[in-house]
């Protein structure tokens, strides 16, 4: 399969609430990002870690890389409403710089008022 | 910066029309485009990259009569679906990057076929 899995499928929270998302790939990357897509819209990167990265922050997201388990997770703390959409992980597995993106299954995220 | 504009945003045609879907980088000049396929509720399934004035590389079971890639210029790429069917029916998306740099994704076309 083209793709890595991601759990859990769907997510469903209130804001506030913190919302963990967890990404497994299959082969050795040169970095993962994680986007965002609202529904029916493009996607919006969110970060980039790189293979030599264990983890990295953005304002209220923090993502982890374990490549001795081929694993990553996305935290995203104090949720709101509007961080409701899917999330993708996706690893680029290229010899350096940037190459072709093999994405996740994705979560989709529901954040209740 | 780096904007990715994807037109027409959403379609809707007779079966057996083909239909041409551009992806522009508006700021920056993209050596290599990405046209992905999504399904509702599913990932994005990479269907092809293209780089500046060479032919597209498609990915194993996409149909390159069927999907056409044309990228003719540092700025634009066009996917014309021939001769589209009801089951061509999906989220297309496009992304663009410079040589070395991330990619950046268009909004997506939703194309419907009736």
């Known amino acids: 399969s083209q793709q890595g899995e991601e759990d859990p499928q769907a997510l469903s929270i209130q804001e506030g609430e913190n919302a963990t998302m967890n990404c497994s790939y299959k082969t050795s990357i040169n970095n993962l990002q994680w986007y965002r897509q609202n529904s029916g819209r493009g996607l919006v990167h969110l970060i980039l870690i790189r293979s030599n990265e264990r983890e990295k922050h953005s304002g209220r997201l923090r993502v982890t890389l374990d490549t001795s388990k081929k694993s990553s997770s996305l935290l995203i703390t104090a949720s709101r409403a509007a961080d409701t959409a899917s999330y993708f992980c996706a690893t680029d597995g290229g010899l350096g710089g940037y190459n072709k993106l093999i994405f996740g299954a994705g979560t989709r995220l529901a954040v209740h008022p | 910066g780096a904007v990715v504009s994807q037109h027409p945003s959403r379609v809707i045609c007779k079966s057996g029309t083909s239909v041409k879907i551009e992806c522009r980088s508006l700021?920056?000049?993209?050596?290599?485009m990405f046209w992905y396929r999504q399904f509702p509720k599913k990932s994005l399934m990479l269907m092809a990259t293209s780089n500046e004035g060479s032919k597209a590389t498609y990915e194993q079971g996409v149909e390159k009569d069927k999907f056409l890639i044309n990228h003719a210029s540092l700025t634009l790429s066009t996917l014309t679906v021939t001769s589209a069917h009801p089951e061509d029916s999906s989220f297309y998306i496009c992304s663009a990057r410079t040589s070395g740099g991330p990619q950046h994704f268009g909004d997506g076309t939703r194309l419907s076929i009736l």
């Open positions: 700021d920056f000049q993209a050596t290599t």
